[in-house]
Structures are given as structure tokens and as C-alpha cells.
């Protein structure tokens, strides 16, 4: 399979232009919620051009022999979740729409608290078939469009000067 190797610095980019795109609709969210751990890094870089606090969900989608679970496992939440999200537009943030199965559940799990909106920001969204839907009208920011190749993230480096010479 093909492989990206996506920079620091393209996440950055890739931030700018989500926050840009979020802004220009005029909506702004009142928290950041990422999804750990892909989100982590996208959600903080929003939040110096969005300003708005941050909390942090953990899913886990493949167990610890890489096999994929049908449905993800919460392995964090946010504490009080209803005192936080209740009536509240959320900026639900992850770093690619692959399947769409994590992302989905994470919606459906957070519409139970009642915000008032979510919508969904992504660096990258995959070209493919998805196997999961998102509730109706949930609106998705996506920095970039790509085929379904193999996305190497650089906090997922080793050897940070490999990886953006695309050889790690």
C-alpha cells in the first residue's frame, strides 16, 4: 500500500485551513473535544486559532493483538459530561476519516449528553467507502482529501528526520 508521510508542519497547515474554513462559516464552537490519540495534537493546534478549551475522549479500536474490535472500547471520557457538553456547539476533532466507525461512535456517544451541535474536523479524509454513517446534519470540516493509502503521522515517528524524508 502507498504510504503519506505528513509532517509537523502539514498538520499545521492542515489546522490553519480547518480553522479558517470553521470561522468563515461564522460558527464557533464552545469546546474542542479530540479523540485520543490522533486528535490530540489537531485539537490543540486549533485551539490557539479557535480559543476554546479542550477535553479529550480515549477509544480504542484494535485490541492488543492489532485485531479490529466492531466496536470501539471507551478507555477514557469526560468527566461530568453532561455539565460540560449540555447545550453546547462541540468541535469534535480527529486526525482522519478512515472507516468512519471510531468517529461515528464517538458522535452517537456524545449526542446522548445533548449538545446542541457537533460538529466534526479532520486532516484527512479518506477517499473510500465508509462503514459507519454520522447522525443527520453533522457538518465535517476536512483539511485535505486523499486516496486510501497508509498515513504516517509524525508523532507516530521514531526517527523524525526519516520520516519527513518519507523513509520511515
Known amino acids: 500500500m502507498n504510504k503519506l508521510f505528513v509532517t509537523y508542519e502539514d498538520v499545521h497547515h492542515h489546522c490553519q485551513k480547518l480553522a479558517g474554513d470553521i470561522l468563515a462559516d461564522g460558527w464557533e464552537p464552545d469546546v474542542i473535544v479530540a479523540i485520543a490519540s490522533g486528535g490530540f495534537i489537531p485539537a ?3 485551539k490557539t486559532y479557535l480559543k476554546k478549551n479542550i477535553y479529550v475522549v480515549g477509544l480504542q479500536r ?9 466496536v470501539p472500547l471507551k478507555i477514557q471520557w469526560i468527566d461530568e459530561v453532561e455539565k460540560k457538553l449540555a447545550g453546547k456547539k462541540v468541535l469534535l476533532v480527529d486526525e482522519v476519516d478512515d472507516t468512519r466507525v471510531t468517529l461515528a461512535f464517538c458522535l452517537n456517544e456524545l449526542f446522548r449528553h445533548k449538545p446542541a451541535e457537533i460538529r466534526v474536523a479532520v486532516l484527512h479524509q479518506k477517499n473510500k467507502p465508509k462503514e459507519a454513517g454520522f447522525p443527520t446534519g453533522v457538518k465535517v470540516y476536512e483539511a485535505s482529501v486523499i486516496d486510501d493509502v497508509w498515513i504516517k503521522y509524525p508523532w507516530d515517528a521514531q526517527d523524525i528526520d526519516a520520516h519527513n524524508q518519507g523513509m520511515e
Open 44 to 46: 490543540r493546534i486549533l
Open 62 to 70: 484494535y485490541d492488543d493483538e492489532h485485531a479490529v474490535r466492531a
